[in-house]
């Protein structure tokens, strides 16, 4: 969807804003879509499609490797721009005992800012801004032209560093998500030390087109449509095919004229 968002609050996304459903039998599965446009806050957890998301630890039934919501096969070219917590896809990933899996979604934004994080914020990413280590996070690509723009502030509003975007490889629970520190390169960074805040960046794609990283991921081509220029368009269902003509009793409608026997 091409989406203009402008929100003053926390969890706004160019789809989908908020998630949390505790009910037992509901699992949070999201897939082949897309947005454009903008999607802008003045607070939190600003995403190009999920704002804030959460798993569901009650659910009986879950997906793709035991987890209880999946985010797939989704592409964003918005502009995405929030205080903190800012990202292409997922803003905000939440909590290790929801597990979630972000999978062969392609950040193909624009712009990627958060205009105001200081040193007690977690943080932003290409593709999911807060993540956490128990979550799946496989086969992601970020444009290569992005512009990510995160400075990091101390508590005074002085600037500390600017973090800028890397190429992290698939994670999961097994496999941990790489992450530096705000301290080192500034690249990846995590904030307060605390051992589960990560951003996830997925890759730099080789690839020049949204269509181009889509094949490579294999979407199927029952739902996309790779033929245009640039981005690919999700399919329309096929309509049934249309009828000579119609009967109701003694009524007989036939292009466009409506007689009535007798």
């Not at 712009?111 to 914020?121: C, L, Q, R, S």
Request: hydrophobic content about 30%; some cysteine; proline content about 2%.
């Amino acid at each position: 969807a091409d989406v203009s968002v402008s929100s003053t609050k926390d969890g706004v996304g160019g789809l989908v804003g908020y998630y949390n459903d505790g009910s037992a039998d509901n699992v949070c599965e999201i897939s082949d879509c897309w947005t454009s446009g903008e999607v802008k806050s003045d607070m939190k957890k600003v995403g190009g499609i999920i704002g804030e998301l959460y798993g569901n630890t009650k659910a009986e039934t879950q997906v793709e490797n035991l987890n209880t919501a999946l985010i797939s096969n989704c592409y964003s070219t918005a502009s995405v721009v929030g205080k903190s917590v800012v990202a292409g896809i997922v803003a905000y990933a939440a909590r290790s005992k929801d597990p979630t899996a972000v999978t062969d979604c392609i950040a193909w934004n624009e712009k990627i800012e958060a205009t105001g994080v200081v040193n007690t914020d977690p943080s932003s990413g290409a593709v999911v801004g807060r993540t956490f280590t128990k979550h799946t996070l496989r086969d992601c690509y970020r444009k290569q032209t992005l512009d990510f723009i995160c400075e990091i502030l101390n508590t005074e509003g002085e600037w500390l560093l600017n973090a800028s975007v890397c190429d992290q490889e698939n994670a999961d629970s097994e496999t941990k998500i790489a992450v530096g520190t705000y301290g080192q390169s500034g690249s990846d960074y995590k904030l307060n030390d605390c051992n589960d805040w990560y951003p996830y960046h997925g890759k730099t794609a080789t690839a020049t087109t949204v269509s181009s990283v889509a094949r490579n991921l294999d979407w199927d081509e029952s739902i996309w449509d790779f033929s245009g220029d640039g981005a690919p368009a999700l399919r329309m269902a096929e309509a049934e095919p249309e009828q000579p003509y119609d009967t109701v009793g003694d009524i007989i409608i036939s292009d466009g004229s409506l007689t009535v026997n007798g």
